[in-house]
Every structure is written in structure tokens, then in C-alpha cells.
């Protein structure tokens, strides 16, 4: 019942709009031959907007709590709301208190008011739904509307954040968190104690940010005391069914990881990157920002941010420019990005005085660059940057 929001304070005010069209399924009934919006169905909409009001946080986040509507009182009905009509709802908070609010609601069509009213509005926190067959054992914590689904186990450390999908079968263990919204598909393991023949059962864990998804039969293992004793990783990244999170591992943010792709122990994978299909990463490698990591590739050194790198063993392949435009980057940070590659890949300097050159180069000075320049002099297993063999027609121009 409501088509769009165009104004959002938190906690204070919120304009939404609803489009009444001539086939709302309504009209037919109400009333034949003079099609008219009904009153109930006005208060709905106010309801809706009000429950948008009282859940939408400032950040963009979705509070775990449900809001329904409790009570309307003096509401007035002003004019008729027909098909063509676009109606905008004014809603602002009146008092709220933990589980009630009271919100003022008011409806115009054009500049006139169509309905007002004050709305009485529960705020209820979502309830999880386990199915009766998931093991979830004492102990174990498990966010608000959650829903875990059945035969999951899930062990008695995990701490499983609101509004998460466990999947049938999934298996969760040890000292594992899990943020707000990561969906987990059947049969993925999580947790589980690292394939580290050092691995004496010390207590260790991992962290999992928000909105990751894990398809089937993913693995991410717990991390190490000699490792630092955690695996870590950020928020809004997929791992495709198969793929695979070694101990001690530490993934950033938006990072994609194509079905079977895997990572040694102690790997860094740095934000945006994406490793491709059945491709591995030797333990205690870094893979740089926005770097593309080819299918079936075998990457022993750090992979050099904004690049393809593709093959066994792995070569740099140049400047994933196309990849650097779908994901924003002006043309400028591009052309800066391809000439230091330049410096770096073709010049026939080697790594030291190419990285002179580029510091020298005053039109390659930009964040990009510098970020380029502090990956390669930080490397503790050098990069890779042997360029790969192809004929002059395989080049793409911009390279």
C-alpha cells in the first residue's frame, strides 16, 4: 500500500506516496459504477507508512522488531480517494516508548487533505523460527527473526544476529558470530575446527560481518593460536557453493568467490576483490583491492590490486579496466592506474626503479596509485608481476 518514501528523518517524520491505479483489486466491489478507495484501506496505508517510520534506522538498516497497528483514533475522512488519485502520506512520531508509539497521519491528495488521524502502533521484537528438527544447542544465541530451518545444527557458542537464513542441514560450531542478514544455504559448514595439523583444540573464532551469503557446501574454519586466533570476515560478500575459508583468513568487504574457489591458511582478501572458479590461493598471500582473480588459477604471491590475474602458475594480465568502470571509477583514476601498470609491467625497469618512476610521474599522483605503490613495498611474499605471454591481436586496446 505504499509505492515510495521521499522524505525520511529518523525518528521524526516520513513522506510516503501511494499511486491509486484503476485495477486495485478493491474497486470492483467499492462501489460498482463509482469506484471510491475504502476508508480501512487509507488507515492500512498510514500503517504501513507509520511501520517504515518506526523500523527504518538512520544508517538504512532495518530495526529486528515487527510494528502493527493497535488503534486508530479520531481518524476523519475529508474527501474520496478514486483511481488516478496520487495520494501522499505525512506520518510524524507523536511519543514513543519501547513497545508503543503514537503516530500522527495525514493524507492529502494535491494540497488537500483526504484523511487524519493518530495512530496507535506496537513495536514487537520478531521472533526467530527454528524448525522442530534443528539441533540448536543450550547456549547457543539467535537474533531476532531469524530462521533456521530443519535439521541445522547449530553449537552452543554461535551467536547468530537478526534476520539470518540457516539452511536445511547447515552446521554451525565453535565460537562463531554471524551479523544481521548473512544467509547460510543447506549443507554449508561454519566454524568448524581449521585442517591445521598444529591445531590442538585451543579455544579460537571467528566473526562473520552482515549480508554475506554462503551457498552450498561452503566451508570457513575457525582460525589458530599461532594465527592470531580468528578468522575474520566483513560484510556483503558471496561465497559460492564449494568455495572454501581457510584458518586465520581475513576477507574484507563486496568480495565475490566463485564456486570452488580457495584460500590457504592466513590469507588477506582485500574489499571488492573477485576470486573466480576453482582457482587457489597459497597460505599467507594478500589479494589486493579490486583485484580479478581468474578461474582455475593457481596464486602463490600477492595478487596486485585493480588487476586480472589469471593462470597456473598466476600472471598479471594488466588493468581490469572494464571491472574498475562497473564499479565506479572515473576515467581519470583509470588512465593514472593503466600507466603505472605501464611502469610496472612493460617498461623493462625493474620493480624499484618502476616504483621510482611512478612516485616521479606527477600525473599519476592519486590515491589509487599510492594505495599501488604501498601494496607492492609491503609485500612480505613479493607480487606477482610477471606479465603474461600473448600475441598483439589478444590485447585489448586499452591495455
Known amino acids: 500500500m505504499v509505492d515510495a518514501v521521499t522524505d525520511f528523518t529518523s525518528g521524526e517524520r516520513l513522506v510516503a506516496i501511494k499511486n491509486v491505479t484503476v485495477n486495485e483489486d478493491f474497486f470492483p466491489g467499492h462501489f460498482p459504477g463509482a ?6 484501506l487509507m488507515i492500512e496505508s498510514m500503517a504501513q507508512a507509520a511501520s517504515v517510520l518506526l523500523l527504518l534506522a538512520a544508517d538504512g538498516s532495518i530495526l529486528p522488531h515487527r510494528a502493527s497497528l493497535r488503534g486508530a483514533d479520531g481518524m476523519k475522512f475529508r474527501k474520496p480517494v478514486g483511481p488516478g488519485d496520487r495520494v501522499r502520506l505525512e506520518l510524524s512520531i507523536v511519543r514513543r516508548r519501547p513497545t508503543m508509539a503514537r503516530v500522527r497521519g495525514v493524507a492529502y491528495v494535491l494540497d488537500q487533505i483526504v484523511a487524519e488521524g493518530t495512530l496507535v502502533m506496537a513495536i514487537e521484537p520478531e521472533p526467530a523460527i527454528i524448525h522442530p528438527t534443528a539441533v540448536v544447542e543450550h547456549g547457543a544465541e539467535i537474533g531476532a527473526g531469524t ?9 552452543p557458542l554461535v551467536k547468530i544476529g537478526p534476520r539470518c537464513k540457516i539452511g536445511a542441514g547447515a552446521i554451525i560450531e565453535g565460537a562463531t558470530t554471524i551479523g544481521e542478514g548473512t544467509e547460510i544455504f543447506p549443507y554449508a559448514s561454519i566454524g568448524l575446527i581449521p585442517q591445521d595439523l598444529k591445531f590442538r583444540g585451543e579455544p579460537t573464532r571467528l566473526e562473520i560481518g552482515t549480508f554475506n551469503v554462503f551457498r552450498e557446501f561452503v566451508t570457513v574454519h575457525r582460525g589458530t593460536e599461532g594465527g592470531g586466533g580468528v578468522t575474520r570476515i566483513g560484510d556483503h560478500n558471496l561465497f559460492m557453493a564449494y568455495s572454501h575459508v581457510a584458518h586465520d583468513c581475513r576477507v574484507g568487504h563486496h568480495t565475490i568467490f566463485g564456486n570452488g ?8 582478501v582485500e574489499d571488492y576483490a573477485t576470486i573466480s572458479a576453482f582457482s587457489g590461493v597459497h ?3 594478500r589479494i589486493g583491492s579490486h583485484a580479478f582473480i581468474g578461474g582455475y588459477s593457481v596464486v602463490t604471491k600477492d595478487a596486485l590490486p585493480f588487476a586480472k590475474t589469471v593462470g597456473n602458475r598466476a600472471r598479471n594480465y594488466g588493468l581490469n ?3 574498475l568502470i562497473r564499479r565506479g571509477f572515473t576515467a581519470g583514476a583509470v588512465t593514472r592506474l593503466r600507466h603505472a601498470y605501464r611502469y610496472l609491467l612493460v617498461s623493462r625497469l625493474n620493480t624499484t626503479r618502476a616504483l621510482a618512476e611512478i612516485e616521479k610521474d606527477p600525473e599519476l599522483q592519486c590515491a589509487e596509485v599510492q594505495y599501488l605503490i604501498d601494496f607492492i613495498r609491503q609485500s612480505k611474499r613479493g607480487v606477482i608481476l610477471r606479465r603474461a605471454t600473448r600475441r598483439p591481436e589478444d590485447v585489448s586496446p586499452d591495455e
Open 35 to 40: 469506484p471510491l478507495m475504502p476508508g480501512v
Open 147 to 155: 530462521v533456521v530451518a530443519p535439521n541445522a545444527v547449530i553449537g
Open 261 to 268: 574457489a580457495t584460500l590457504g591458511g592466513h590469507v588477506t
Open 283 to 285: 597460505q599467507f598471500c
Open 321 to 323: 579496466s572494464i571491472g
